[in-house]
């Protein structure tokens, strides 16, 4: 089933593109360390909210996507969200009933996955990994806007109908 076939699937396309926009952001160096991974909280917010039309395959190439436009290693961030997608659309159920601060703890597991799959790769990739506290930092702060990201794009998603 693709993005496209039922109202809303721009919407979806866009709040990811979005995502990648704000992930390559030019930023000051002390700000790169605080920025979360916007692509991935939108990416599961969609699998929450919609997981029957976004998944492992959307997940794939919007990382694919995220890999070419930041010069990583191709299919890392495929594989992180691919893995992350398929956790999210296993335990939606669970998680969309919690409140916004259990979801977040949940969305804190989730990123620092994504994280710990990234540095898994570095390392088989043979390049230096470098794991110190700052590498986590990206988790934490999308922990914390996580309910910012939650209620924005639940109420896009309520005004434009998507479904």
Known sequence: MTVFQRSGGRIIVLSLLMGLVMTILPLPVWAQLLRPEWTALILIYWCMALPQRVGVTVAWTVGLL???LQGFLLGAHALAFGIVAFLTLK???????????QQALSILLLL??????LLWI???SGRPVV?????WLPALTGTVVWPFVFICLREIR??????
């Not at 309520?158 to 479904?163: A, D, P, W």
């Open 131 to 135: 794991a110190d506290w700052q590498y």
């Open 91 to 101: 335990l939606h159920q669970r998680i969309r009933v919690f409140p916004l601060w």
């Open 112 to 117: 620092l996955t994504i994280r710990l799959i």
């Open 158 to 163: 309520r005004r434009f109908r998507v479904q």
């Open 66 to 68: 995220q890999d070419v």
């Open 122 to 124: 570095r390392g088989l």
